[in-house]
T-cell receptor, first 110, second 114 residues
Framework: GESVGLHLPTLSVQEGDNSIINCAYSNSASDYFIWYKQESGKGPQFIIDIRSNMDKRQGQRVTVLLNKTVKHLSLQIAATQPGDSAVYFCAEGGANNLFFGTGTRLTVIP | DTGVSQDPRHKITKRGQNVTFRCDPISEHNRLYWYRQTLGQGPEFLTYFQNEAQLEKSRLLSDRFSAERPKGSFSTLEIQRTEQGDSAMYLC????????????FGSGTQLSVL
């Protein structure tokens, strides 16, 4: 999962398996959360978002789960593909911007 | 493609030189953001504009940094008297603010200060 620090957490999964990337956020007052995917040399790309009045939201092959009690967010990727290999960031919405975590590097093994 | 575009993609400069980066946001977006990202870290907020007004600046934005968005469209970020610690990826993002900040990012400008 994500954490503050110098080392990027990593996750390796077999192609076709499901991936779960975890994130702990700090501000209990945050009401908006978002996941981004960043490939090497590119900017972050939006994946899915969720507001605090929800605890689950599904997209295409992705699901975000929000547990406000423990301030935890997770991203589930179904049937992980080689193209999913990237760094994944969670971010929490502030009043006027986003605060990003350190990121998790997902490697898909063919 | 009408996404966020940034120029240049890469910039190598010597310490003490000034550099300027440009960002063209998605055309209908009223908010424009600058973030900085170093290796292994998430993007860090620098500043944002709503139309042409610069509404917030991070404490990370030292006096050597200045950003403008003169006509509420494109924006420039200038760094004066660059230092080696300025080496990073500078990301621009835009949004059409509707109560939450779903930002659309450009590919960034990679700055290397020698």
């Amino acid at each position: 999962g994500e954490s503050v620090g110098l080392h990027l957490p990593t996750l390796s999964v077999q192609e076709g398996d499901n991936s779960i990337i975890n994130c702990a956020y700090s501000n209990s007052a945050s009401d908006y959360f978002i996941w981004y995917k960043q490939e090497s040399g590119k900017g972050p790309q939006f994946i899915i978002d969720i507001r605090s009045n929800m605890d689950k939201r599904q997209g295409q092959r992705v699901t975000v789960l929000l547990n406000k009690t423990v301030k935890h967010l997770s991203l589930q990727i179904a049937a992980t593909q080689p193209g999913d290999s990237a760094v994944y960031f969670c971010a929490e919405g502030g009043a006027n911007n986003l605060f990003f975590g350190t990121g998790t590097r997902l490697t898909v093994i063919p | 493609d009408t996404g966020v575009s940034q120029d240049p993609r890469h910039k190598i400069t010597k310490r003490g030189q000034n550099v300027t980066f440009r960002c063209d946001p998605i055309s209908e977006h009223n908010r424009l953001y600058w973030y900085r990202q170093t290796l292994g870290q998430g993007p860090e907020f620098l500043t944002y504009f709503q139309n042409e007004a610069q509404l917030e600046k991070s404490r990370l934005l030292s006096d050597r940094f200045s950003a403008e968005r003169p006509k509420g469209s494109f924006s420039t970020l200038e760094i004066q008297r660059t230092e080696q610690g300025d080496s990073a990826m500078y990301l621009c993002a835009s949004s059409f603010f509707t109560g939450n900040e779903k930002l659309f990012f450009g590919s960034g400008t990679q700055l290397s200060v020698l």
